[in-house]
């Protein structure tokens, strides 16, 4: 594989463990990084983006613009791609990788574009035009996900686990039409974890998370994703030849302590946010059974979120078509709403970052929070404005990480 050195790198080679440690969390998270063939096989062969600065601009999400004619940029913007019980496509994997190292073909391109349904709502629909492979295969799923601020990822870290599992009724005892589960996440001859991060609850601690993005995003291997061949199946013949002699003792690009310089980083992006009361449609229109204004926190104290971090059916309007782990097609964890992505620009909302705003956002409900959204309907435009308004408090609620060196 080609080496692409970069100056930082320069006088040792990309690659070099005693390097690369000497970089701070902050280093490594907006560092584009490059494949190599020394101490780790580096990049690729096939990835998303080259660093998680790409995708998660100074911490914060995806940054999407709506064209006035439909077409729709983005970076941060992936695209998932598996049959409805979360399989991966038998060709390309769970995740289309738009990008390659030199000598590989990338797997395709997603063309994003935005359609205006009812009520003034836009949903986004995403077309492949596949660059290798033998393209769309019968009864594959597609769907975006847009990478999430990383503004509340610091607080859901600090939740206690018997917190979230004090919130969850997913037989619906209370009857209020609510009933938010756990996802439990299976390991193979360990106790299952619950899934706290990520649009479905997919990931247990922010490590679990950093070490999934270096892997299925851009190809970078670690202790829990060594595998140098990364996303590419063995379907895909280029791809796995370009991994390189796939020595089952390579180094790992990212050993322990670099994920942990990785996640301390996350970590530090969200600070305890101070927020104000909300106001009584909050509660009236239910928001707050599945945003929960508190959680309770490992260290006994507690941590504004707005999110009992559980699954909830959210209906047809926003479904995957795939599951993800045991969340089905329409499961989604409640976003906690506290953060910084408010003041972000080009930030948009929900999973795939349809809603250009709360409004918008809300009017997405279904499912189980059908009831609640149509309370919200029936509020008066004046209250709207006071639930909405509060809600964008909420997510402004924290500084937005220095956009500098
Ligand atoms: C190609 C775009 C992309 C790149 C590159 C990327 N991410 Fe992400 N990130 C995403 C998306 C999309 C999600 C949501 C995934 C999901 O819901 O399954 C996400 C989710 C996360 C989350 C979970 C946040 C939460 O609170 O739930 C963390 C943490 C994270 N990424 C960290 C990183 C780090 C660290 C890197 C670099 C090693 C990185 N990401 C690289 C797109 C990206
Ligand atoms: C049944 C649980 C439930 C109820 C009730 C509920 N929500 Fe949500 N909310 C969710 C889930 C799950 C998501 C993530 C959906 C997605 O991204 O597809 C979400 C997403 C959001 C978002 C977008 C956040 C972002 O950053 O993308 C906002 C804003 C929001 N909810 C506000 C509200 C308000 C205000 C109410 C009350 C009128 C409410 N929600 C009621 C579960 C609920």
């Given at each position: 594989m080609k080496i692409i050195v970069v100056a930082i790198f320069a006088a040792v080679g990309f690659g070099s463990a005693a390097e690369a440690q000497d970089l701070t969390g902050a280093q490594m998270f907006r560092q584009n990084w490059t494949s190599a063939e020394t101490a780790s096989d580096g990049l690729g062969p096939i990835f998303n983006e080259a660093s998680c600065h790409a995708c998660h601009w100074f911490g914060g999400g995806a940054r999407i613009r709506v064209r006035r004619d439909g077409e729709v940029a983005g970076a941060g913007v992936l695209l998932r791609h598996t049959f409805v019980d979360g399989k991966g496509d038998p060709h390309y994997g769970v995740q289309l990788q738009n990008k390659a190292v030199d000598g590989v073909e990338p797997e395709g391109v997603a063309d994003m574009s935005a359609l205006r349904v009812a009520d003034g709502l836009t949903r986004f629909l995403a077309s492949v035009r596949f660059t290798s492979g033998p393209g769309r295969t019968a009864g594959i799923t597609m769907s975006l996900r847009a990478a999430p601020a990383l503004d509340s990822t610091a607080l859901v870290a600090q939740v206690s686990a018997a917190a979230i599992v004090a919130g969850a009724d997913s037989q619906d005892k209370n009857k209020d039409g609510i009933s938010g589960r756990i996802h439990l996440l299976q390991v193979p001859g360990k106790k299952p974890k619950i899934g706290r991060f990520n649009w479905k609850a997919t990931a247990a601690r922010v490590e679990d998370q950093v070490a999934n993005a270096l892997w299925f995003d851009m190809g970078l291997t670690s202790p829990?994703?060594?595998?140098?061949?990364?996303?590419?199946?063995?379907?895909q013949h280029d791809c796995l030849e370009a991994s390189g002699s796939q020595s089952p003792d390579l180094a790992v690009d990212f050993d322990g302590n670099k994920i942990a310089g990785l996640a301390d980083h996350v970590r530090s992006l969200a600070v305890p946010p101070k927020v104000p009361e909300p106001p009584q449609s909050f509660a009236d229109a239910k928001c707050s059974a599945c945003h929960t204004p508190y959680m309770k926190t490992e260290d006994g104290g507690s941590v504004a979120l707005y999110s009992n971090l559980l699954l909830h059916n959210m209906g047809e309007g926003l479904t995957s078509y795939g599951g993800e782990g045991s969340a089905s097609p329409t499961e989604w964890r409640t976003t906690p709403l506290v953060g910084f992505r408010g003041k972000l620009p080009d930030h948009r909302y929900l999973h795939d970052g349809r809603a250009a705003n709360i409004d918008e956002a809300i009017r997405w409900h279904g499912g189980e929070a059908k009831t609640s959204r149509d309370a919200y309907i029936a509020l008066s435009a004046s209250e709207k404005l006071k639930l909405t308004s509060f809600v964008l408090t909420l997510m402004s609620s924290m500084p937005v990480p220095p956009q500098g060196d």
């Open positions: 829990a994703h060594p595998a140098p061949q990364g996303e590419c199946t063995t379907r």
